[in-house]
């Protein structure tokens, strides 16, 4: 079974500057896929970024970028630049790869951090 | 393209009595989930389908909760009787079957369910 860890209940960063929030997870499957997602109050899940295990290349959506350091299974969140709109719960998740077999994919959530961007 | 649509958005209830939730989503998702978030937690899976059969169930509290998916479009989760401790946000996501990749999964707003 798979876990996902992150240690950071809540964070805060001043409106333009950078913050990276952490993630960890462990499993037995060579292929998978990690996610970072984002629920603001209004409750509904927004995708981030997505990153394939198999691809060595950090993934990047604008402002956010991902670390992803497959041997120590790490794969935490930068914000750059960050925007009061950026305020929400984030949460790391992960789900096998197509390719592994079987038919479940579901997605893995960890706890949650919550990230208050301050003007 | 419309989003997932969940409803209703809140529901109260007293503990002991019956309640469902609804969800339609995207049109050609052959994927369905239903997920509980228990407030300051991630969600969990309760029940996964593939077009109308069922993926994983492994926890679907079997005794108090029921879901299905007819004709592989829309699904309802049902819970009878509830508990307290069923007080949560109900999420429904989808996502299309690829061929050769998981696809993303897209999640409606939610219903929060107060049980009291």
């Known amino acids: 079974a798979q876990t996902v860890t992150q240690s950071q209940p809540e964070m805060s960063v001043q409106e333009a500057e950078t913050v990276t929030l952490s993630c960890t997870y462990d499993?037995?499957?060579?292929?998978?896929?990690l996610f970072w997602y984002k629920q603001p109050p209004s409750r509904q899940m927004i995708l981030v970024i997505r990153?394939?295990?198999?691809?060595?290349q950090n993934a990047t959506e604008n402002r956010f970028s991902v670390n992803f350091q497959k041997a120590a299974k790490s794969f935490s969140l930068k914000i750059s630049d960050s925007q009061l709109g950026d305020t929400a719960m984030y949460f790391c998740?992960?789900?096998?790869?197509?390719?592994?077999?079987?038919?479940?994919?579901?997605?893995?959530f960890g706890k949650g951090t919550l990230l208050t961007v301050n003007p | 393209e419309a989003g997932v649509a969940q409803s209703p958005r809140y529901k109260i209830i007293e503990k002991r009595q019956s309640v469902a939730f609804w969800c339609n989503p995207i049109?050609?998702?052959?994927?369905l989930y239903w997920y509980q978030q228990i407030l300051g937690q991630g969600p969990k899976l309760l029940i996964q389908?593939?077009?109308?059969?069922?993926?994983?169930d492994s926890q679907l509290p079997k005794d108090r909760f029921s879901a299905e998916r007819l004709k592989g479009v829309d699904s309802t989760l049902k819970i009878q009787p509830a508990k307290l401790e069923d007080s949560a946000v109900y999420l429904c996501?989808?996502?299309?079957?690829?061929?050769?990749?998981?696809?993303?999964?897209?999640f409606g707003q939610g219903t929060r369910l107060t049980v009291v």
């Open positions: 996501a989808s996502s299309r079957l690829g061929q050769h990749m998981n696809t993303e999964a897209f």
């Open positions: 389908f593939q077009n109308n059969g069922v993926v994983d």
């Open positions: 990153q394939e295990a198999y691809k060595q």
């Open positions: 499993t037995s499957e060579s292929n998978y896929y």
């Open positions: 049109s050609g998702h052959a994927t």
């Open positions: 998740a992960f789900m096998k790869h197509r390719g592994s077999g079987g038919s479940n994919y579901k997605l893995t």
